[in-house]
């Protein structure tokens, strides 16, 4: 939507919107553009409607009612009783230009196609109407009215600026690239068709001729940070993502960087074993958000997790839970990812087994039918409570998904016990509910101990 707004405002102070729309009573008014109007010099007759005398008479009337401020409605009266199938389609455009003025588009475009029907040259309603098109956001309707208009004659930079976005926004990406490029030969100064040169390129993978537009770009406007933003892309198009991390790092020093843009840098570094510093550029992302995604920030914890970096890993969900706790705002299932994560790395680390215990159990309150937190526990409680270890297995093997892990983790206990013969029934189960190769080794060694101990 940014590059709408910025088109759409483009649009309103252009030439291409023939004055009416940003000072339309003194616009009205001028002498040259009533002259030019009522076709007395310059008008193609080809491709311009004419009026008749007394079509002439009734149009000047109309044109003195449009610079009348005291009475806005009378123009639209007099065109409304004026058209008819048989006058000509200026009025039909005239009307359709002032709906245009007031933005009542849906109008405009009724009566601009009303005069391409009643004259099918009407080079300047073509025009016109593709532009209110693209206003509207219908971007496929506005192609064929915008060409129609060059191919009548509107050869300017402004109709092909317009062209090259339509098509880009319906994915003709290679005719809005000729449309661009004939934009930037009649308005080599406008940057925005440049800019859209440069995504149409993008989008075609034609990063070595991205990276040299956006040069050109930013040498014209240095503060923008679009252009080395789109320079970054095409790096990473290249498979060059330290490059793209370098330009991440220089806009992230004046805070230009956008939040999406340093979660990629973050993935940069992982992909690239830079684990310490992708948790700091995470952190640094999760600090600058206004309204943090918590979801998002987890997934980042997850990922330097499963690269086994634990200390930077922990680093990072200190900073999470700091932030969580400020906004209060954590879900109930968030924080019972944060709290697993911090378990699991706990348990790598070979970190108390107190502190995990409380964690799990606090994973446990928050759900009772978290069925990984209650087989963890289980292992924490096996080395010094037997029975308070089967009990959460016990409580484990009561939900259907995590019967059959809760039965093998059961059945192993019994078995290091020497409890060979209680052990069979679980073992038998849990590869009835999951078969697998391993398991079932294991249960014939646990069954040919259970015969020699019987």
């Given at each position: 939507m940014k590059n709408n707004v910025i088109l759409f405002t483009l649009l309103t102070s252009s030439a291409l919107a023939q004055g009416w729309i940003e000072q339309p009573t003194t616009f009205w008014k001028d002498p040259?553009?009533?002259?030019?109007?009522?076709?007395?010099?310059?008008?193609?007759?080809?491709?311009?409607?004419?009026?008749?005398?007394?079509?002439?008479?009734?149009?000047?009337?109309?044109?003195?009612?449009?610079?009348?401020?005291?009475?806005?409605?009378?123009?639209h009266e007099m065109l409304l009783k004026e058209i008819k199938p048989t006058t000509s389609a200026v009025f039909d455009f005239t009307l359709a230009n002032l709906f245009f003025q007031e933005d009542n588009l849906t109008n405009a475009v009724v009566y601009y196609t009303s005069a391409i029907e009643k004259f099918p040259t009407f080079q300047r309603a073509y025009k016109n109407l593709g532009l209110i098109q693209i206003r509207l956001g219908n971007f496929e309707p506005s192609i064929d009215p915008l060409t129609k208009s060059i191919e009548l004659g509107a050869a300017d930079g402004m109709t092909y600026g317009l062209l090259g976005f339509a098509y880009a926004n319906?994915?003709?990406?290679?005719?809005?690239?000729?449309?661009?490029?004939?934009?930037?030969?009649?308005?080599?100064?406008?940057?925005?068709?440049?800019?859209?040169?440069?995504?149409?390129?993008?989008?075609?993978?034609?990063?070595?001729?991205?990276?040299?537009?956006?040069?050109?770009?930013?040498?014209?406007?240095?503060?923008?940070?679009?252009?080395?933003?789109?320079?970054?892309?095409?790096?990473?198009?290249?498979k060059q993502p330290m490059r793209a991390a370098e330009i991440y790092e220089l806009l992230d020093i004046t805070k230009k960087t956008p939040l999406t843009a340093l979660h990629t840098l973050g993935d940069i570094y992982v992909?690239?074993?830079?684990?310490?510093?992708?948790?700091?550029?995470?952190?640094?992302?999760?600090?600058?958000?206004?309204?943090?995604?918590y979801a998002k920030q987890l997934r980042?914890?997850?990922?330097?997790?499963?690269?086994?970096?634990?200390?930077?890993?922990?680093?990072?969900?200190?900073?999470?839970?700091?932030?969580?706790?400020?906004?209060?705002?954590?879900?109930?299932?968030?924080r019972k990812r944060m709290l697993k994560l911090e378990a699991r790395m706990l348990a790598a680390q070979g970190g108390a087994s107190d502190a995990q215990t409380k964690i799990l159990e606090e994973i446990?309150?928050?759900?009772?039918?978290?069925?990984?937190?209650?087989?963890?526990?289980?292992?924490?409680?096996?080395?010094?409570?037997?029975?308070?270890?089967?009990?959460?297995?016990?409580?484990?093997?009561?939900?259907?998904?995590?019967?059959?892990?809760?039965?093998?983790?059961?059945?192993?206990?019994?078995?290091?016990?020497?409890?060979?013969?209680?052990?069979?029934?679980?073992?038998?189960?849990?590869?009835?509910?999951?078969?697998?190769?391993?398991?079932?080794?294991?249960?014939e060694q646990v069954e040919r101990a259970a015969r020699r101990t019987s």
């Open positions: 040259a553009f009533q002259n030019a109007f009522m076709g007395s010099y310059g008008f193609r007759a080809e491709i311009e409607p004419r009026v008749t005398a007394k079509e002439r008479e009734a149009m000047e009337k109309i044109l003195a009612l449009m610079g009348d401020e005291t009475h806005p409605s009378k123009a319906t994915e003709q990406y290679l005719s809005a690239e000729c449309a661009y490029r004939q934009a930037i030969v009649l308005q080599p100064k406008t940057l925005d068709w440049k800019l859209g040169l440069c995504r149409c390129l993008f989008k075609q993978q034609k990063y070595n001729d991205v990276i040299a537009l956006c040069d050109e770009l930013s040498k014209r406007d240095p503060q923008r940070a679009d252009y080395p933003l789109l320079k970054a892309n095409a790096y990473l198009g290249l992909n690239e074993g830079l684990l310490d510093q992708a948790a700091e550029v995470y952190a640094r992302a999760l600090q600058r958000e206004t309204a943090p995604d980042n914890v997850e990922v330097l997790v499963s690269r086994s970096a634990y200390p930077a890993a922990m680093r990072l969900l200190t900073t999470f839970r700091t932030s969580a706790e400020k906004s209060a705002t954590l879900s109930d299932d968030l446990v309150r928050l759900d009772p039918l978290d069925g990984d937190a209650l087989i963890l526990l289980g292992q924490c409680a096996a080395t010094s409570n037997i029975e308070k270890a089967i009990f959460y297995y016990e409580r484990a093997a009561n939900i259907e998904a995590f019967e059959s892990d809760a039965k093998l983790r059961h059945a192993q206990l019994l078995v290091k016990a020497g409890k060979y013969q209680e052990a069979l029934p679980l073992l038998k189960r849990a590869l009835e509910l999951k078969p697998r190769e391993d398991v079932q080794r294991y249960a």
